[in-house]
């Protein structure tokens, strides 16, 4: 997927090099981003949930939203049988019906990765927490152990939290610094590296003003994914947070002709909010980032209800919840 | 300019017809007047109302002469001795009552009002009958209550109100317009516009309805003349009139030197002001519906957007990447955006006036967009290199075409923007507080939105300046204009 060049001249990331040269000037740069209205961001986003999409529309959006799925667990319990189970859900999210598109990823703890990768192989994308997820509270040396290992294991993503505590306070250099150090630490011995998603865990930051500046430091530090949460703060995903995280991608694209993904992450659930999202990427972004490489949902549960709404587009009546996989 | 998706060979998210089923409502073949809590039918010529989306006749309307407007005047008359001597709390019981029926019956009123309107159906469901129902509460909660108004302790109605109203927001200035003087303890007699009179008889079925006594509202419908007939009628004490600037001069004309209150909201040509440090995707957002809310048949659009010349080429490259998303077409789809213009005559008035524009070197430009084969259709237009003597930058065009000028200072920003002769709404986008409030003092307009546009309330007083007629409606400034202070 090329990221195409949009028409304002584009000086590419060279062009913000001295934007990161010190804690100056990356302070200023965030800080003289435009503001975000807070009442009239909400009212956009909720305007794009009132897109009422019927039939054929609807059916191009499930089975989109289900290939955009990073089918998630991140919890103490989970065992090597647990997120094997989950490997093959997210292959084959509904078994009975083989049209039916597969997961875009799974998402794990970093010590998972290797039971994950043998059931799903190539075919669906292994991702990792890392980082010391979901607080971020280590040093530096220990997340970027904790990324390598990830990484050694066969991650293809790694989906990283910032240090909130030095965002909040202002240390934006050491965010800044933090992801590049990550993103190096994403590299494989061959020169590639696994994607980098960088959460900033809106639900903490809590202003429009503070995403807007945290997705810009992301961008420019090399983040192939922008993320809003962990999962673990309430509230999590929301659309209005989404909506100014793709008004920062859209702008970056223009700015440098460098595409970078989004995903929600926490609190999405229903197949009626994931097609929310996909109207606002759609009206926002516009259609470059309608696939699962430029766009993802962090979910678990919203996986059933797709494949509900899908079975119930397909044979015009629900199914009962035992009719969908539990995993 | 907007990512098409065309380039990386992605499907399109194409969104499905979402048509809101018209089923709902029962429109008859013909309508009389309204009179006395009865249907009657009129002396005069029958006209017709048209869907202007699609053209076709909706109705033959019963057209009042001079002794229908008059049947009507007297029937208010009547109506007013009980009306007006009726318990407050009373009042109220019937106005709570017709603001409960609108909420049950919003969808019937919201689906009548896009298809003889031509508004999208998002809008007349999500805004316009909500606020009605809004402003019959409001003002049934003022009722019994009129001492507080601000008038002395014991206000009175005034009696018989003569009330005309434009076509833009049938049931919206219905509401405005009645729920105020019904709550003084008027009574009405009101002419819907021409184009536009459906809504306002279904509105006459829920008066039957929540058993309004006869004669408190009538309904007279006609064009012009009829107009005319009811604001002169010599038994009326108030004369309430929303619409054009011309027809309101004459309005004023026809009842000078006659004890006649009268209130005028009339025509505007609004400045959206938007600063370099704007909230700038929400600031686009603003100038979008300032101007495109309602196909831009709004007497406050903000139809001059003044942009700091700084931020000029930035704003204007992200207003069009957004009107590019704009859904022309169907009023009755639920993603419809902009629906038709409400009349052959008003279309050919946006035309002429848009290609003044262009003949007076304004650079013309509107997204690409599939407009229907029938039915009367504008494309959303911007015009940038406008100046303050363009024609488009002066006169209402009351569609939706925007006029874009820049300004170098605030200083620069209130002269250019005060520079009009009307004064009705004023935007201002900045996210530096204390210049919110520097303009909001300096703006000569009767409401200024700050960081927001196009925003209404029944609590909010809305009324002009200048040309923009004088009066105020809503808040308790509005209640001023049906009542007198008590002996």
Redesign the interface.
Known sequence: ??A?A???SSEGLGAYADVTASEASLRRFLHGL????Q???E??AAALG?????????A??LD?AISMVDLTTLEGQDTPGKVRALANKALRPDPSDPSCPSAAAVCVYGDLVGDVKEIVGDRVNVAAVATAFPSGRAALDVKLADTRDAVEAGADEIDMVIDRGAFLAGHYLQVFEEIVAVKEACRRPDGSHAHLKVIFETGELQTYDNVRRASWLAMLAGSDFIKTSTGKVQPAATLPVTLVML?AVRDFREATGVQIGVKPAGGIRTAKDAIKY??MV??I????W??PDWFRFGASTLLNDLLMQRTKMATGRYSGPDYFTLD | MVSTGTTTGSPIFDYAPAPESRAIVDIKPSYGLFIDGEFVDGHGHSFKTINPATEETLAEVAEADEADVDRAVKAARRAFRGWSRMPGKERAKYLYRIARIIQERSRELAVLESIDNGKPIKESRDVDVPIMAAHFFYHAGWADKLEYAGLGPNPQPLGVAAQVIPWNFPLLMLAWKIAPALACGNTVVLKPAETTPLTALLFAEICQQADLPPGVVNFVTGAGDTGQTLVSHPDVDKVAFTGSTAVGKAIARSIAGTDKKATLELGGKAANIVFDDAPIDQAIEGIVSGIFFNQGHVCCAGSRLLLQESIAEEAMAKLKRRMSTLRVGDPLDKNTDIGAINSAAQLARIRALAEIGEDEGAERWSPPCELPSSGYWFPPTVFTGVSQAHRIAREEIFGPVLSVLTFRTPAEAVEKANNTPYGLSAGVWTDKGSRILFMADKLRAGVVWANTFNKFDPASPFGGYKESGYGREGGRQGLAGYLKAGA
């Open positions: 997927m090329s195409t949009s028409t304002q435009p503001g975000v209205d009442v009239g961001a009212a956009r009132t897109r009422s999409i019927k039939t054929t529309a609807k191009y959006a989109l008004e996909l109207v759609n009206e972004t516009g259609p470059d309608l696939t």
